[in-house]
T-cell receptor, first 115, second 115 residues
Framework: SQTIHQWPATLVQPVGSPLSLECTVE??????LYWYRQAAGRGLQLLFY??????ISSEVPQNLSASRPQDRQFILSSKKLLLSDSGFYLC??????????????FGPGTRLTVL | AQTVTQSQPEMSVQEAETVTLSCTYD???????LFWYKQPPSRQMILVIR??????QNATENRFSVNFQKAAKSFSLKISDSQLGDTAMYFC????????????FGTGTSLTVIP
């Protein structure tokens, strides 16, 4: 079965510090990978998605970046965090099933607080 | 551009009663998939139910069922025999193979089940 891991679960960082959030998927190959941000009580904002190693699409211009060094690894980074970067970050993966259904599954999330 | 609209930010229902959450979407695509996700207080996103647009039959999963009206671009979720564990944020989502694997989410409906 497939599983998705995110770490850390919780992070408190000062303004201006760097960020690295990691997401890994097990039990599948060549998944599409996604990073979302969810502000408190709000919906999901798509930040990045990737259809393959080294292929990153950015949806929202900001001080965050993403990388996919391996097929099942997706990393969200920042060189200098802003207060507005606080939120709940969700990693997700999807794969097109033989049935034709494209489903998306989520990791447990990382709660980031920037002080 | 594709949009997904959830017009009910908050709803409540008495335990054991039935509630319907609404979702509408806008697209010119004919081949797409629709999903309802549940996000309980733990914030883990859980896939509740899926619907393929080419299927006329409404999807059902135990107490959860959908009313899919393709012409009206409506995709509502009905929860029967509501339970306390159904208290969560519910997100409607849309994806099409023709638009590059990007999922579009609504802003969510916060459902509270009252004992």
């Amino acid at each position: 079965s497939q599983t998705i891991h995110q770490w850390p679960a919780t992070l408190v960082q000062p303004v201006g510090s760097p960020l690295s959030l990691e997401c890994t998927v097990e039990g599948t190959s060549n998944p599409n990978l996604y990073w979302y941000r969810q502000a408190a009580g709000r919906g999901l904002q798509l930040l990045f998605y990737s259809v393959g190693i080294g292929q990153i699409s950015s949806e929202v211009p900001q001080n965050l970046s993403a990388s996919r060094p391996q097929d099942r690894q997706f990393i969200l980074s920042s060189k200098k965090l802003l207060l507005s970067d606080s939120g709940f970050y969700l990693c997700a993966w999807s794969v097109l099933r033989t049935s034709g259904v494209n489903e998306q599954f989520f990791g447990p999330g990382t709660r980031l607080t920037v002080l | 551009a594709q949009t997904v609209t959830q017009s009910q930010p908050e709803m409540s229902v008495q335990e054991a009663e039935t509630v319907t959450l609404s979702c509408t979407y806008d697209t010119s695509e004919s081949n797409y998939y629709l999903f309802w996700y549940k996000q309980p207080p733990s914030r883990q996103m859980i896939l509740v139910i899926r619907q393929e647009a080419y299927k006329q039959q409404n999807a059902t999963e135990n107490r959860f069922s959908v009313n899919f009206q393709k012409a009206a671009k409506s995709f509502s979720l009905k929860i029967s025999d509501s339970q306390l564990g159904d208290t969560a944020m519910y997100f409607c989502a849309w994806v099409s193979p023709n638009t590059g694997n990007q999922f579009y989410f609504g802003t969510g409906t916060s459902l509270t089940v009252i004992p």
